[in-house]
T-cell receptor, first 113, second 114 residues
């Protein structure tokens, strides 16, 4: 069965600094990978997704992620964070059969002024 | 194009009562998924439905929980005889009818059991 690990439960970053959130997955074949963001009390918004092709994926709000098959990773990055990026971020994987998403435990990002 | 709609947004029930959570998928989407987010945890898959069919209910608790997606109307997640441990945020997602594609999430229903 597939699984997703987000090693960092909390990350604190200064506004304007760069951000990298780690995601490792366990799955036999090439997975379909997603990053979602959840603001407090809200639903999940899709930031970006990887199905195939270019391993560097651009998303909304200035985020990007890189798929590295050799490391089973799909890390999310942003060069310069804004206070509005404070939220919880979830990495998720779905099988090629395309039904249920398996989520990581999430990383909560705090942004210092 | 309206997004995924869920209602109510907040629901309070006493132990032993029934909770009904509704989800209207995005226009043109025929696949619906329910996920549960317990406090301080990530989201866990519960059930995947298409119109009038349950495709995968491997994440549903064996008792008290049921889901449907009728030909007409919203998808319903029903929890009978709620207990305190059912307190959570319940999210619905939908996706288009063809191929493997992105799931779009609703705002969630936050259930509190007193």
């Amino acid at each position: 069965a597939q699984s997703v690990t987000q090693p960092d439960i909390h990350i604190t970053v200064s506004e304007g600094a760069s951000l990298e959130l780690r995601c490792n997955y366990s799955y036999g074949a090439t997975p379909y990978l997603f990053w979602y963001v959840q603001s407090p009390g809200q639903g999940l918004q899709l930031l970006l997704k990887y199905f195939s092709g270019d391993t560097l994926v651009q998303g909304i709000k200035g985020f990007e992620a890189e798929f590295k098959r050799s490391q089973s990773s799909f890390n999310l990055r942003k060069p310069s964070v804004h206070w509005s990026d404070a939220a919880e971020y979830f990495c998720a994987v779905v099988t090629a059969a395309g039904n249920k998403l398996t989520f990581g435990g999430g990383t909560r990002v705090l942004v210092k002024p | 194009n309206a997004g995924v709609m869920q209602n109510p947004r907040h629901l309070v029930r006493r132990r032993g009562q029934e909770a009904r959570l509704r989800c209207s998928p995005m226009k043109g989407h025929s696949h619906v998924y329910w996920y549960r987010q317990l406090p301080e945890e990530g989201l866990k898959f519960m059930v995947y439905l298409q119109k009038e069919n349950i495709i995968d209910e491997s994440g549903m608790p064996k008792e008290r929980f049921s889901a449907e997606f009728p030909k007409e109307g919203p998808s319903i997640l029903r929890i009978q005889q709620v207990v305190r441990g059912d307190s959570a945020a319940y999210f619905c997602a939908s996706s288009p009818p063809f191929g493997t594609d992105t799931q779009y999430f609703g705002p969630g229903t936050r259930l509190t059991v007193l």
